[in-house]
């Protein structure tokens, strides 16, 4: 179909966040009730070879913005989707309805990426890049502020109160007219 003449009729999310803030595990509880597809853009770049080769020095593969956008599009135009990914500045602004930027204490952060077997100086980025609040600034500068929301996710009992607040949310959307 043409660009614009497809209506969504459920809505795009995105679930950003620092490494370890229960991105995953909050879009996939949010996948279940509300039956959005659940794309973890990680796994998809792995999948679909969507980078440029592994880095060594950030210990990650270095992803290719334009082939992941490429891959995406007509999904998002589709609607339906949590995106599940720890950076946000790339993707088309016009794709997202909500953009969810999860925030974790940095001490309990810091535990749970040394039981995830982070160390050094993959540790501490991750932990600098949350007490600087790096993912919601970013979301901040890419997204129209009213569709920005931070929610603090320290406890299993704030994952299931998202979980519950962003399933409402997805069931009163009704797309712009
Ligand atoms: P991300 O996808 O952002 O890297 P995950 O969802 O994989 O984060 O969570 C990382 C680890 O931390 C998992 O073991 C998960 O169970 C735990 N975790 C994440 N969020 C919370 C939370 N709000 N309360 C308790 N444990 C959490
Ligand atoms: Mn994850």
Redesign the pocket.
């Known amino acids: 179909a043409q660009n614009g003449s497809v209506r969504k009729s459920r809505p795009n999310i995105l679930v950003t ?1 620092t ?8 879009s996939s509880a949010l996948a279940k009730t509300t039956q959005l597809r659940h794309i973890i853009v990680k796994d998809l770049v792995k999948e679909k070879n969507l980078h440029d080769g592994w880095d060594d020095q950030l210990d990650c593969y270095l992803i290719n913005e334009g082939l992941v956008c490429d891959e995406l599009e007509d999904l998002m135009e589709e609607g339906g989707n949590i995106i ?1 990914y ?1 950076g946000c500045d790339f993707f088309p602004e016009r794709w997202f309805d909500q953009v969810v930027v ?1 925030q974790t204490d940095n001490t309990v952060l810091f535990d ?1 990426l040394s039981r ?1 077997g982070y160390t050094g100086s993959k540790l501490s980025n991750n932990i600098e890049c949350e007490i600087f609040q790096v993912l919601l600034q970013e979301a901040k500068e890419s997204y129209p502020e009213d569709i920005v929301v931070a929610l603090k ?4 009992e ?2 299931t109160r998202n979980v519950a607040s962003l399933t409402d949310w997805v069931g009163s959307w009704h797309r712009a007219t």
């Open positions: 966040g490494p370890g803030t229960g991105k995953t595990t909050t599940d720890h999860l749970r995830r996710s320290d406890t299993i704030e994952i």
